[in-house]
Structures are given as C-alpha cells and as structure tokens.
C-alpha cells in the first residue's frame, strides 16, 4: 500500500517538524497510524472483507482527525 510506505519513509522527517512539546505525541500518533494501514492492507489483500475495511477506514479518519 503506498501510503503506508509513504509514512514510514517520511516519519523522521514528519516528527522533526513538530514542536519539541509534541514529539511524543506525534510519534505516537504516527506509529497507530502506520499499524492501521498495515491492518488495513491485510484486510483488503487477505480477507477481502469489505465491511471490515469500511470499519477499519472510519477508525483511521477519525484518528487522523484528532
């Protein structure tokens, strides 16, 4: 999935432009992120249950919009 490799390519770069006060969160805000598209590429390529993506894609938009 490109987006995930997108995120961990780009992760350091993302974290060091953060304020100092919010590098932990960032980071882990970043790395729930990361694991979300993993889990939602294998639902796609694996199970190809597409009520659970649809489930798993709302979880990740609302984390992104936090």
Do not use: P, Y
């Not at 790395?31 to 597409?50: A, P, R």
């Amino acid at each position: 999935m490109q987006s995930s490799q997108v995120l961990k390519q780009g992760k350091s770069s993302n974290i060091s432009a953060l304020a100092m006060s919010n590098v932990e969160h960032g980071t882990e805000m970043l790395s729930k992120l990361e694991v979300g598209l993993d889990e939602l590429q294998k639902i796609i390529v694996e199970d190809k249950n597409w009520d659970a993506f649809a489930s798993k894609q709302k979880e990740l938009l609302n984390h992104v919009g936090k």
